[in-house]
Each structure stands twice: as structure tokens, then as C-alpha cells.
């Protein structure tokens, strides 16, 4: 999905430019960033998979298999931690945009009624908080203790299964389980849900949509401050 906001442009507010130019080519560019690292994961997947796929014997197919499995982990923390740090860049961008529409809107005096951000949902703050606590800041002292264990323990990894219950590579999974640790107290303690599998489904299934969703507000929002800023313009055009 391209971002429908490298076709508008800003307004201009009491000589203020909003929202800031440079979101109008870097959100465009977030959405590509985010694509090409898809693309980078099937590429490394492609070859191992195919080496399943043609294996003529279970010996064969298994040593395919633990191979792929092994060799492509490092690939998949590569791609997952940029596509982490890519998908926030655009959440945070989004919202910057967002922030600078509700001010033209304060400024012009309009008030127009507009629409909401997108709900965050439970894998856009798992997204956030594998950026925040496996990567960015590792190890991170403001997660609680299990959890800042649990960031930094990039393995074990697990091999998902297609609908056929054939080996599906591309969905090699990020932490699949929860750690459990005593804290001082006694107390029983899980860490949080962090598990990922590939690239490919929580791109389609999960970010694009909320991405597009909040490029589809910011549009309309936009969209609806020029057209009001327009019409007032022409209405003290003729006023005078």
C-alpha cells in the first residue's frame, strides 16, 4: 500500500505550515521501508523452502527442514527488529501528523468536527514493545524484571506448519511461550506476549490495515480543513 498522503499538500495557518512538510515524503517512505523488509524475508526464505518443498525423501525434507531453521533465524531477528523499528517510525509520524491537523484546526478557528485515530490494538503495542524492550533498549529497565528477560531471550524460536501441515518456513516464530519467574514476594509472575511468526502475516493481517486506516483519517481530516478553509475564503472574498 502506498500512502495517499504523497498526492496532498499542507495548509498554510497564521503563516504556520501544518502539518510539516517533511511528513508528506516520509510517511510515503515509512510505508516502502516497511514493504522492502517483507520482500528481504521471502528472499531469504525462498531458497530454503524450496529445498523442502523438492525433497524427495523424509530424510531429505528433514534435513531441510533443521537447516532452514537454523540459518534463518538470524535473518528473521534482522528483519523483524527493522520492520519494528519502521512500523513505530510510522505510528509515531502518523501521529505527529495528526497533532498538526488538530492544530490547524485550533488556529484556523474552524473546529471542525473530524475523525478519530485508529484503535491501538494488542499487536500494534506488541509491535511497540519488541521495538521498545528486545531491541532499542536491551536490556530495558523499565520493563518489569520477566519482562526484560524475557526481551533478551531472542531464542527459542519455533517452526509453524501450513494449512497442509507442511513445514512453512516463512512463518519461523519469535518467542513462542511466555517465561515465568518468582519475583521477592513469592509472587508467580508471566512475561508478556511477544510472540511473532515471519513477516508476512502480521504485516497483511495486523499493521498494514491499522496503517492504512490511519492514513485513511488523516486524508479525510485534511482534506476536510482545506476544503472549510477554502470556502471561507471565498466567503470573505465576497464579503469584501
Known sequence: ????????????????????PQLFHN???????????????LRAVDPYQMSVDSAKTEPAKLFAVGTGFM?????????LFAYAFFFVSADNAYGNFY???NRAN????????????PKITPFVTKIATI???????????KAA?????AAMSWQPMAL????????????????PGRFRGTDATGQVNQSTDLEVSGIRSPHSEHCLPYLERYDKVCCEYLGALQDAMSLSQQELQRAG
Not at 497442509?164 to 518467542?175: K, N
Open 1 to 20: 500500500m502506498a500512502s495517499n498522503l504523497e498526492t496532498l499538500s499542507p495548509i498554510t495557518v497564521h503563516s504556520q505550515t501544518l502539518p510539516s
Open 145 to 149: 524484571p520477566i519482562d526484560a528477560f
Open 27 to 41: 510517511i510515503p517512505m515509512l510505508h516502502w521501508m516497511l514493504g522492502e523488509v517483507l520482500e528481504d524475508w
Open 106 to 117: 485550533r488556529l484556523s478557528g474552524l473546529n471542525l468536527q473530524h475523525p478519530k485515530p
Open 99 to 101: 497533532r498538526d491537523l
Open 160 to 175: 509453524s506448519h501450513s494449512s497442509e501441515g507442511q513445514p512453512d518456513l516463512e512463518r519461523l516464530t519469535f518467542l
Open 131 to 141: 521495538r521498545d524492550i528486545s531491541i532499542a533498549h536491551i536490556p530495558s529497565d
Open 71 to 79: 540459518e534463518l533465524q538470524p535473518a528473521l531477528l534482522k528483519c
